[in-house]
């Protein structure tokens, strides 16, 4: 990550336990970066330019003076990643479920894109993608 040209984009998210937290990503085939690791955080590894810091609440405290969310019964982001195929958004959110998360929406077609998505194990939203053929091209 020494080239910030690209504009590396890091999500904080508090986390109740940041042991079963990363469990429940090294389960769906993530990997972190231990440069940013403590007792309290650790840095889920989306792409070479999307990191999630996962922070326990104490901690992730120390960067905002609103409250941290109940994400038992509210909402704080919709987190989305894109797979490659329609069977790996499946299998993510299967794998998801399998480790502790659960469904959230159903799944959904609109216009040549799947998705399905699930809640992880501190309740956060994340939904899975495939963007197929049928899109119309960007302008």
């Known amino acids: 990550m020494s080239d910030l ?3 590396p984009f890091f999500i904080n998210l508090a986390v109740e336990n940041v042991e079963r937290s990363r469990r429940f990503f090294e389960a769906l085939g993530y990997a972190f970066d231990a440069r940013f690791e403590g007792e309290q955080a650790c840095c889920l590894i989306i792409n070479d330019l999307a990191y999630a810091m996962l922070l326990e609440p104490s901690f992730f405290q120390n960067f905002t003076e609103r409250k941290v969310c109940d994400t038992s019964s509210h909402s704080e982001a919709l ?14 959110v299967e794998k998801a479920v399998a ?15 799947y998705g399905w998505s699930f809640y992880d194990v501190d309740g956060h939203h994340w939904e899975v993608g495939w963007m197929g053929e049928g ?3 960007q302008e």
């Open 79 to 92: 987190l989305c990643v894109l797979v490659p195929t329609r069977e790996e958004v499946d299998e993510m």
């Open 5 to 7: 040209s690209g504009r």
């Open 99 to 113: 480790h502790g998360g659960a469904y959230a929406m159903p799944k959904q077609e609109q216009g040549g894109m």
């Open 135 to 137: 899109l119309p091209p």
